[in-house]
């Protein structure tokens, strides 16, 4: 039956369109609020005007959205980076999320001679990548295609571990923005600021330090003890994400 149910799940996770594997619209949108919250007007509205008619969310969510379009396929290894497990990141020259997320911002630091069109293109990938960068499995191991080859039962349904963190866990668990600026009680305005220098290789060293707990499951089951743990480290993922993407925005779009 077990493999049957396998199988199953197999087939509807193939048949799914690829948009659902990052934080998920939900997770993506929260970063992006978050972010907002800790804005100045001025650089709000110069977002704004970036983004046109694109909300906050739209923006966050749009490398997913544009996934089934195969002109779009040369994005696709931006999302992540693999890295064995036990051995700690290298500067390559792969198309991989710490080099994409860090040619973008420094792109957009000479704005000035960007093309407007060009100018939104970036800064959709920064809203986009800054939140799949604080997602453990989007810095995962390549073995287990950060978790997505990795079956699991979670909520009476087989699903693999890294959908589980995108957006199961997420909606699961009804994860709401006051739940993630609820977090900010316990960071200081020192730590707010050592969390908001620009470095993505450096940002990607805390969640890649979760994965043990990610992984830390037993027979298969993703219990309730697990998802009330989880819980608290996606909100602070969240809230991280949320407070970088500010910095990297302010950094750019303040004047």
């Not at 957009?108 to 920064?126: G, R, S, T, V, W």
Request: negative net charge; proline residues 1%; aromatic residues 8%.
């Amino acid at each position: 039956m077990k493999k049957l149910s396998s199988i199953i799940a197999a087939a509807i996770f193939m048949a799914m369109p690829s948009g659902v594997f990052a934080w998920g619209k939900i997770g993506h949108g929260l970063v992006a609020e978050v972010a907002f919250t800790m804005l100045d007007s001025n650089t709000k509205a110069n977002v704004h005007k970036y983004l046109g008619s694109m909300t906050i969310e739209q923006a966050a969510n749009w490398m997913d959205e544009i996934k089934n379009d195969h002109r779009n396929d040369f994005m696709k290894q931006w999302h992540y980076v693999n890295v064995d497990e036990g051995k700690t990141y290298e500067n390559t020259k792969e198309e991989n999320i710490v080099n994409q997320l860090t040619r973008v911002i420094n792109e957009l630091k000479h704005k000035e001679n960007m093309k407007e069109e060009d100018i939104k293109k970036d800064l959709l990938i920064i809203f986009h990548l800054t939140g799949d960068l604080h997602q453990p499995l989007h810095v995962g191991y390549g073995i287990d295609k950060g978790g997505n080859s990795v079956e699991v039962k979670y909520n009476g349904h087989y699903t693999n571990l890294h959908r589980v963190w995108d957006s199961e866990l997420i909606e699961g668990e009804n994860i709401k923005l006051s739940d993630c600026l609820s977090m900010l009680k316990g960071f200081d305005k020192e730590d707010i600021a050592a969390l908001s220098v620009i470095n993505v290789e450096n940002w990607m060293r805390q969640p890649r330090s979760q994965l043990r707990n990610v992984y830390n499951y037993k027979d298969e089951k993703i219990d309730e003890a697990y998802a009330t743990k989880n819980k608290k480290a996606i909100e602070q993922d969240i809230l991280v994400a949320g407070i970088r993407l500010a910095a990297i925005l302010k950094d750019v779009f303040k004047s």
